[in-house]
């Protein structure tokens, strides 16, 4: 299962888009990620704030009430590392932090210190990225946050997009 991972998604606000003729539409939510961690003995929480897009597509089915997500996407835009109790507060190593994307960056350290997996670095961010603008920032996570908008525009306009 979670092998006793400790996350949370709370939801905040949420968008729809629907095509003309109402057989189509995305959904676009923002979203905070918290996942509680143990480092050097200190618990913290890493919370990433990002976007979910929902593609959805009406069914054609007898009643043409069925609606169905046919892909699931999202973009991490910003996060930080709070400590639970702020007496005791890890020291984390800089150099590696700074590998990360800025929108998950937190997040991605402390899973691989804790968890023994190797996060992706490449998944979609903010569009800050894009500039170079942001220290450790990626160009390829500012360059997929930009395509998953056009994925999301085309979607609505009856096109295919390749997820």
């Known amino acids: 299962m979670d092998a006793g991972a400790f996350i949370m998604h709370r939801c905040h606000g949420i968008s729809t888009d629907i095509s003309p003729d109402a057989t189509r539409a995305v959904t676009k939510m923002k979203a905070t990620i918290t996942q509680r961690f143990t480092i050097q003995g200190c618990e913290?929480?890493?919370?990433?704030?990002?976007?979910?897009?929902?593609?959805?597509?009406?069914m054609p089915d007898a009643s043409?009430?069925?609606?169905?997500?046919?892909?699931v996407r999202h973009w991490y835009e910003k996060?930080?590392?709070?400590?639970?109790n702020p007496a005791k507060v890890p020291v984390l190593d800089e150099r590696r932090l700074s590998q990360y994307p800025s929108?998950?960056?937190?997040?991605?350290?402390?899973?691989?210190?804790?968890m023994g997996v190797k996060v992706?670095?490449?998944?979609?961010?903010?569009?800050?990225e894009n500039n170079g603008g942001v220290e450790g920032g990626s160009k390829a996570c500012g360059e997929k946050h930009?395509?998953?908008?056009?994925?999301?525009k085309a979607w609505v306009e009856g096109g295919e997009v390749e997820i």
Not at 106 to 114: I, N, S
Not at 120 to 128: E, I, S
């Open 79 to 84: 996060d930080k590392l709070i400590a639970v």
């Open 44 to 58: 913290v929480d890493a919370e990433s704030d990002c976007r979910f897009c929902f593609f959805w597509i009406r």
């Open 103 to 114: 929108g998950y960056r937190y997040l991605a350290y402390c899973q691989e210190e804790t």
């Open 120 to 128: 992706l670095t490449d998944m979609p961010g903010h569009r800050r």
């Open 146 to 152: 930009d395509l998953l908008y056009w994925q999301c």
């Open 64 to 71: 043409g009430r069925e609606w169905r997500a046919r892909y």
